[in-house]
């Protein structure tokens, strides 16, 4: 019961000085704000921090190479394969013509 009493307790809070409460406060009402309070601040904090983690991540980054994606690579292999073919036939060409094949 001695808990319930706390509870029901609120204290009117008058900003303009003219004796008339224009908002009062009770004990859940508190809490909540306080909490409310700690968990945007442990947020921002959170926040702040991976911002900077991410900034140096990204300083790292702009060191290494660009990287190329996978389909590019696959198409300079093929190119550099059709020509190599090419130069193979043309130097069996060659080779046919210097030792009269």
Known sequence: MANN????KAVGIDLDG?????FTLDLKTI????GGLIS?????????????LNKQEIEVAKTL???????????????LEQHIEAEAKRLDKIEDKVYKR
Do not use: A, M, R, W
């Not at 009493?5 to 029901?8: A, Y």
């Open 18 to 22: 003219d004796g008339v409460k224009d």
């Open 31 to 34: 809490i909540v704000c306080l």
């Open 65 to 79: 190479p660009p990287s190329q994606s996978l389909e590019i690579i696959n198409q300079k292999i093929l190119f």
């Open 5 to 8: 009493n706390i509870e029901k």
């Open 40 to 52: 945007l601040v442990l947020t921002y904090s959170k926040l702040t921090e991976q911002i900077e």
